[in-house]
T-cell receptor
């Protein structure tokens, strides 16, 4: 079975802090994705990566950056956290050339 | 732009059938997906349908696709309390990307 692991289930940070959310997959997938989930808005794509060191902006990249130094790990960075970034963050991966995405359990991030 | 719409809430009694509806906009989507999200968890792939199919059945789940109306539905027969969750439909984007566009999610509440 595909395993997508997000490093924290719950995280509380302060406004202005630099925040790192980590995601690791164990199936050698080429594609990795970061979403945020908010009530009534569904899942919105922040960034995705289709290869090591490659990244593309999603629909809401402002205030975020990403890093993919190794194939199995995709990090989401909040450069200077703000309260409107309080949300559930979901990481997903998929094999190259296929569309089916496999999700981690999510990180519920609160910015105070 | 792309938009996937779902109603926000559905309530059914245990043992009844549930029908969750979704409309999408990209007529050239190759695959359409249904994901399930249980409380506090990530998204779990339930089923998917290829765009040249009208129907797909998998045990208690039936997916119907009306390409002319860009309408997708998920029917759950003999709904159980364990089916209570948020259900997301998603369409694949046309073109060379591996992105999915997710709907807002439908919260299914099953009353005993």
């Amino acid at each position: 079975d595909v395993k997508v692991t997000q490093s924290s289930r719950y995280l509380v940070k302060r406004t202005g802090e630099k925040v790192f959310l980590e995601c690791v997959q164990d199936m050698d997938h080429e594609n990795m994705f970061w979403y945020r989930q908010d009530p009534g808005l569904g899942l919105r794509l922040i960034y995705f990566s289709y290869d090591v060191k490659m990244k593309e902006k999603g629909d809401i990249p402002e205030g975020y950056s990403v890093s993919r130094e190794k194939k199995e790990r995709f990090s989401l960075i909040l450069e200077s956290a703000s309260t409107n970034q309080t949300s559930m963050y979901l990481c997903a991966s998929s094999p190259g050339g296929t569309l089916t995405q496999h999700f981690g359990d999510g990180t519920r991030l609160s910015i105070l | 732009g792309e938009d996937v719409e779902q109603s926000l809430f559905l309530s059914v009694r245990e043992g009844d059938s549930s029908v969750i509806n979704c409309t999408y906009t990209d007529s050239s989507s190759t695959y359409l997906y249904w994901y399930k999200q249980e409380p506090g968890a990530g998204l779990q792939l339930l089923t998917y349908i290829f765009s040249n199919m009208d129907m797909k059945q998998d045990q208690r789940l039936t997916v119907l696709l009306n390409k002319k109306d860009k309408h997708l539905s998920l029917r759950i027969a003999d709904t159980q309390t364990g089916d209570s969750a948020i259900y997301f439909c998603a369409e694949s984007m046309s073109g060379a990307t591996n992105k999915l566009i997710f709907g807002t999610g439908t919260l299914l509440a099953v009353q005993p």
